[in-house]
């Protein structure tokens, strides 16, 4: 089973850049689907992104569509998630997380295995 390790948040302010990554142990990392995940507080986990094992297909929700890229390099085991143009919306804990499947999911409960975390802080 893969264990995944979240980095690269931090304080930003609104229209500002940063990007994630998730560090991935386990040598099947290139076949399975990984999503990118976020919690404010008070508030339930919620999608953000998701890529394919196979083909690197990838989705996005759309409050993040055109701002966010969700990539994958399968030499690094390693997932990343570019986000560009931050809100103060987009304030909250991001959590990268892995099923064992190659398909993509968007749903909370599709996924297995979880990160510990990293927290973006967007200021106006």
């Known amino acids: 089973q893969l264990q995944l390790v979240e980095s690269g948040g931090g304080l930003v302010q609104a229209g500002g850049s940063l990007r994630l990554s998730c560090a991935a142990s386990?040598?099947?990392?290139?076949?399975?689907?990984m999503g990118w995940f976020r919690q404010a507080p008070g508030k339930e986990r919620e999608f953000v992104a998701a890529i394919s094992g196979s083909y690197s297909s990838t989705y996005y929700a759309d409050s993040v569509k055109g701002r966010f890229t969700i990539s994958r390099d399968n030499a690094k085991n390693t997932v990343y998630l570019q986000m560009n143009v931050l809100k103060p919306e987009d304030t909250a804990v991001y959590y990268c997380?892995?099923?064992?499947?190659?398909?993509?999911?968007?749903?909370?409960?599709?996924?297995?295995?979880w990160g510990q975390g990293t927290q973006v802080t967007v200021s106006s």
């Open positions: 997380a892995t099923r064992g499947g190659t398909n993509l999911r968007v749903g909370v409960h599709e996924y297995d295995t």
């Open positions: 386990g040598r099947t990392f290139s076949s399975y689907a």
